[in-house]
């Protein structure tokens, strides 16, 4: 798992983050994956694209093996819960 949010940690973000918001909410604002209409296919294509290039960084070698989840204790209940079988004991 690799933990990508540092959103609540760092301020003042590079410039090229508040840049590629701007171009979000101004031209790409659809949902990926809710529709087949024009924005939201554009959408698809770039959680697709942010797919490739962390499989390509992290050398995974099939980028829908990259998923992306709300927050951390979701990634950690999915990590947790599609490993562990009933009875299995878990030490932190």
Do not use: W
Not at 24 to 29: D, S, V
Not at 39 to 45: I, W
């Amino acid at each position: 798992m690799i933990y990508l949010d540092n959103a609540a940690t760092s301020f003042p973000k590079p410039e090229v983050v508040y840049e590629a918001v701007e171009q979000c909410l101004r031209y790409k604002g659809a949902n990926p994956s809710r529709s087949g209409h024009k924005l939201s296919l554009q959408a698809s294509q770039v959680v697709l694209d942010a797919r490739v290039q962390i499989a390509e960084l992290f050398k995974i070698g099939d980028p829908l093996q990259v998923i992306f989840t709300s927050n951390a204790t979701e990634a950690l209940n999915l990590g947790i819960k599609g490993i562990l079988k009933p009875g299995d004991h878990v030490i932190t």
